[in-house]
């Protein structure tokens, strides 16, 4: 998992499609900021789509297929699906299941690297606790 401990990654097993997967992290793992690892051309469109629902959420991208026609022809539908099931069916997940809370992590570890997936305020919020 490229330096991530396992216990950090929650996978959506009830997730099937994009959709999917970014409402059921804030109706089933009760969480409003998160990070998404996926594919380049898959970021966009989950961001779009969390975008779209009010939530918060970074995505960091792995590398792609090699074969990236077939790839583009399945995103450019699958853009076209999400825009759909937004605006014009305003479509819920399938299954949602039962609460199953993500538990926060309120403390950047000192060795992290890069920026916390927190707002400008939050990150205010710990300086001050932590007395920097």
Not at 32 to 48: G, P, V, W
Not at 82 to 88: Q, S
Not at 89 to 95: G, M, V
């Amino acid at each position: 998992a490229a330096g991530v401990d396992p216990s950090d990654i929650v996978l959506d097993y009830a997730g099937f499609r994009t959709l999917d997967s970014i409402v059921r992290t804030r109706k089933v793992f009760d969480t409003n900021d998160f990070i998404i690892i996926t594919q380049r051309f898959h970021c966009e469109r989950a961001l779009f789509i969390a975008l779209h629902m009010g939530i918060q959420a970074q995505c960091y991208a792995v590398p792609s297929p090699k074969d990236m026609l077939s790839v583009r022809i399945r995103e450019f539908a699958a853009r076209f699906g999400a825009l759909a099931d937004l605006y014009i069916f305003k479509r819920e997940p399938r299954f949602l299941g039962p609460l199953v809370p993500i538990p926060a992590m309120h403390q950047v570890p000192e060795d992290a690297q890069g920026y916390p997936a927190v707002t400008p305020e939050q990150l205010l919020e710990l300086q001050k606790k932590q007395g920097k």
